[in-house]
């Protein structure tokens, strides 16, 4: 029995160095892990080493345990040692490996901008939201009674040669004005109302600097009780002098709209001369009428513009075509 303490001393010593050299050896965090089991486990080397103690005479114990103890420490120890070398490494891996090299020159991207048409769309819509008014859209292909019929425009009007229009094989049309829009929001609304309507538009115009057959409108659309002429003005001209400043000069002229009366232009003066920027008047009744509103007790007023030509004034813009050559060296100027 004298014998017993040296062997497990020796087989204790020879654990802790077994132990110290594969842990050096460990690559991994799962290989640590691994080996801390292994050794130090309920079911590990030293636990099973340890199991002889109770062969030894209660002498010997202690001077084994305090042996084992020294083992148990060193070996926790070049554990600990070896997982934090092993998470710096991986932590230096991981930096290394997204480490953003900024003396390399970017990726460029030009910045983008908005076109002048849909900035001078918002601009409008902005001011029109600020008055109380709510945006409504509808479809760009219609049916001949939106946007005709309803508008006091019959099939045998005159006036149906000002807006000539794309007529498609099924009867349908291409809308020659957002007024459409206030006829469907009309059925679908009791007064009062407010509604600003943009949208794109066609008539078959010949294409020239100040006319195209496909371009941008915004109509606006109250009605209430009471309302009257000098409300349209007052309204138009507090959204020409937002949109142009008030030193622009505006003017109204006697004009003819088969679903307005009565009806005029709206001309503001540009590089000396005035420019016919927005169609208005006070709502027809049959209009009312075809809508189901009782015209004896609501009247309203209507206005329209085409964007392209408050584009062209905003930004003195010579020619409406510009607008649509998606040309860079014109677009970068916006």
Known sequence: MTNQPTDLEAQLEELKQQGQQAIASAATLDQIEQLRVAYLGKKGQLSQILGGLGKLSPEQRPRIGAVANVVKEALQTALEQKREALQVAQIQAQLEAETLDVTMPGVFFPQGRLHPLNSTIDRALDIFVGLGYTVATGPEMETDYYNFEALNTPADHPARDMQ???????????????????????????????????????????????????????????????????????????????????????????????????????????????????????????????????????????????????????????????????????????
């Open 164 to 334: 000539d229009t794309f007529y498609l094989p099924d009867g349908n049309l291409l809308r020659t004005h957002t007024s459409s829009v206030q006829i469907r929001y009309m059925e679908e609304n009791d007064p009062p109302i407010r509604i600003v309507a943009p949208g794109r538009v066609y008539r078959r115009d010949t294409v020239d600097a100040t006319h195209s057959a496909v371009f941008h409108q915004i109509e606006i659309l109250a009605i209430d009780e009471g309302l009257t002429f000098t409300d349209l003005k007052g309204t138009i001209r507090v959204f020409l002098q937002q949109m142009f400043g008030d030193e622009l000069p505006v003017r109204f002229r006697a004009s003819y709209f088969p679903f307005t009366e009565p009806s005029a232009e709206v001309d503001v003066q540009w590089r000396g001369k005035w420019l016919e920027v927005m169609g208005c008047g006070m709502v027809d009744p049959n209009v009312l009428k075809a809508v189901g509103y009782d015209a004896e007790v609501y009247t309203g007023f209507a206005a329209g513009f085409g964007v392209e030509r408050f584009a062209m004034v905003l930004h003195q813009i010579d020619d409406i075509r510009r607008l649509y050559s998606s040309d860079l060296r014109f677009l970068r100027q916006f």
